[in-house]
Structures are given as C-alpha cells and as structure tokens.
C-alpha cells in the first residue's frame, strides 16, 4: 500500500541554524501538507501546498518557514534559523484531493530537538 | 470558527471492555470529522471519517463513530478492546476551507489491560 515517507526520522540541531525536513507524499498525489506536533499539546496545521504553490498557512508559518516541490516527488519543510520553540514533532501529509472530505495521509513524522 | 475537544487525556480499559473516546467538535459550516490514530513511532492513521452522508460511521479495527448534530460529538467506540488497540487518538475537524487542513484534538490516549 502506497504510503507517505518522511526523512529524517529524529533531527537534532543548534539553535539558529537551518534544517531541511523532507517527504515524499503518495505519488498520485496533488496536495500536500506540513502539520507540527509540540510535545503534549495539539497537532497543528502549518500550511498547504497544492500546483506549486502554497494554499493556506498559518500564523505559525511565518517567515523562517519555507516549502518547496523540488522535484516529482519530494516536499520539503525548510526552517531557517531555528528556535527552541521549534522543538517538535512534524508531519508530512498529502491527499488526492482537496476540499474537507478528503482523507489525508499521514508520514511517520521528523522529531526535530533544537539545543 | 472550527474546534474539536478530545474529555480525557487516558483512557484504560480492560480487555474485551467497551471503548468510548469522547469528542465534541465547534464548527461554523456543516463539519467532516475524522478520527485518526497513531500506533508508537508511526505516523497518523485514518480509522474513520463523518463526510455527511449516515451519522454512524464504520471504520477500520472494528471502530465506529456517530455524529451526533444536537450534541455536537463524534464519539469513537469499539465493542470489546483488544490489546493492539493500545495507542493514542485524535479526533479533527476539516476547518471548511477549500484544502480541507485539519484542526485536532488533543488527543486520547487508550490503554488496555489484560
């Protein structure tokens, strides 16, 4: 079954340097999605992707927060300069279509640890 | 604006106990609900979703849910709970805009005891 994969699984790095998280959603796949998990609280939406371009953010997504289509199959979540408060879980999601009925599938996520 | 409440951070049941997640959801157009799970150290899991067509809604693992409009809840549950149910829940709410993003709950998450 197809699924959604994420790289890497854990990320630890200093503050203020930059990190590229990468996905690879489903291949038929049209749009795409970056949520973030803080540990213990809610997960978050950050923003939506969808025909090279970015659908919806946000106001988390500020900007130190990038995306990018680089090629046919990766999408990737780039964070500039990285804060303590960037400590968090993130995952990649993608879905066939868009509109609110749709199912999104979920990547295993990124642990991302910001010292 | 779209919101969802996850009552109870733990839930435990026993083996073979009903379970009940409990969740309300605030939503500002008619909602698509969705409970999702995520087993340790993977990603998260469509079990069912509510899309408006019947209010109870079978998903996988033997859960269902039932959209209740008047009470604003989508409650999961599960007849009799086996141990590989054990991991944590989230209930979410399309948030009505054109990409369908997702507005979670907190959470539940659901032991079980031999």
């Known amino acids: 079954e197809p699924e959604v994969t994420q790289t890497p699984s854990h990320q630890v790095t200093q503050m203020g340097q930059e990190v590229i998280l990468r996905c690879v959603p489903i291949?038929?796949?049209?749009?795409f999605y970056w949520y973030r998990q803080i540990l213990g609280q809610k997960v978050e939406f950050l923003v939506s992707?969808?025909?090279?371009?970015?659908?919806?953010k946000s106001e988390i997504f500020d900007d130190q927060f990038s995306v990018e289509r680089p090629d046919g199959s990766n999408f990737t979540l780039k964070i500039r300069s990285t804060k303590l408060e960037d400590s968090a879980m993130y995952f990649c999601?993608?879905?066939?279509f868009g509109g609110g009925q749709e199912t999104q599938y979920f990547g295993p996520g990124t642990r991302l640890l910001v010292l | 604006a779209q919101s969802v409440t996850q009552l109870g951070s733990h839930v435990s049941v026993s083996e073979g106990a009903l379970v009940l997640l409990r969740c309300n959801y605030s939503?500002?157009?008619?909602?698509?609900l969705f409970w999702y799970v995520q087993y340790p150290n993977q990603g998260l899991q469509l079990l069912l979703k509510?899309?408006?067509?019947?209010?109870l809604v079978k998903g996988i693992n033997g859960f269902e849910a039932e959209f209740k409009k008047s009470e604003t809840s989508f409650h999961l549950t599960k007849p009799s709970a086996h141990m590989s149910d054990a991991a944590e829940y989230f209930c979410?709410?399309?948030?009505?805009?054109?990409?369908?993003?997702?507005?979670f709950g907190k959470g539940t998450k659901l032991s079980v005891k031999p």
């Open positions: 999601a993608s879905s066939r």
């Open positions: 291949s038929n796949h049209l749009y």
């Open positions: 992707f969808y025909n090279n371009e970015i659908s919806e």
């Open positions: 939503s500002s157009v008619p909602p698509y």
């Open positions: 509510y899309t408006s067509a019947a209010t």
């Open positions: 979410a709410v399309s948030n009505g805009g054109s990409q369908g993003n997702l507005i």
